[in-house]
């Protein structure tokens, strides 16, 4: 099978998406997502997305980890598949899709910065150390003082597989205060099983737990290895946090045809 296959990137955290409009990927197969998404022997990619159709949607985002397996959230991939439907001519200034189970909204803002809206956050699990909390995806938060120098890939490892989260992994952020309204953040990612250069839940986990005002919005700055994003949301409490906006850069890295045995 040949695949017309478009590269995209949010920030670093890069991705495969084929238009599946027509139907034509319709049961794509686990090992045929590994192999496209590996890095030695395929396109290489954190993720790959399928772009659906879906009543009442200007389209539906289909996520698949590069591991194969079938994902949650993503918010830099949703990002990437709303500058993807303004690349196939689809303009327009406020986008409403479908992913996994919800109903989401993004707009392109002036600067050409992609800002999408992300699910309500209405509980915290807070611990000696570290959060928990869903974004769309399941993230594990911890500040420390110097994240530059921080082992994610062992460290993110050793938590993600521990046993309390090894059944269904969780996601693994490390943060770093660097002023009032900045953090630099760097996430380990199930799935991907190795440190992203990006990830939008997990910059979104890390900004709700560092809002600089305690009730009220609060727009946060965020620094990646792959560069920068922001958050901006309201915070009702320390359970609450609503309107919440991902907010940062997608762009078209290139196109291309791969052949499939």
């Not at 990137?9 to 686990?30: M, S």
């Not at 996601?171 to 770093?176: D, R």
């Not at 009032?180 to 709700?208: K, P, Q």
Request: proline share 2%; net charge negative; with cysteine.
């Amino acid at each position: 099978m040949t695949i017309q296959f478009y590269k995209y990137e949010g920030t670093g955290n890069d991705f495969i998406i084929l238009d599946n409009r027509g139907g034509k990927y319709n049961g794509i197969a686990t090992e045929t997502v590994k192999k496209l998404c590996h890095r030695k022997f395929g396109i290489g990619a954190d993720g790959l997305m399928l772009m659906n159709t879906k009543e009442g949607y200007d389209f539906e985002m289909i996520y698949f980890n590069a591991d194969g397996s079938s994902s949650t959230m993503c918010g830099n991939g949703g990002r990437c598949m709303v500058q993807f439907a303004y690349d196939l001519g689809i303009h327009q200034y406020t986008y409403t899709f479908f992913a996994v189970d919800s109903e989401y909204v993004a707009e392109i803002e002036k600067n050409n910065d992609i800002k999408l809206k992300m699910k309500d956050v209405t509980e915290v699990d807070y611990h000696s150390g570290y959060s928990l909390l869903n974004t769309g995806s399941p993230h594990f938060v911890t500040f420390a003082s110097d994240v530059e120098n921080i082992d994610v890939m062992e460290t993110g490892r050793e938590i993600r597989y521990s046993k309390a989260f090894a059944e269904k992994g969780i996601n693994v952020n490390f943060v770093e205060n660097i002023d009032e309204e900045t953090i630099s953040v760097r996430t380990y990612e199930r799935g991907v099983e190795d440190e992203t250069l990006s990830c939008g839940t997990g910059v979104t986990a890390a900004a709700l737990m560092a809002a600089h005002n305690p009730i009220g919005f609060n727009r946060v700055e965020v620094k990646t290895p792959g560069g920068k994003l922001s958050v901006e949301f309201t915070k009702t409490d320390d359970q609450h946090f609503t309107d919440i906006w991902l907010c940062g850069p997608a762009h078209q890295v290139y196109s291309g045809q791969v052949n499939i045995d």
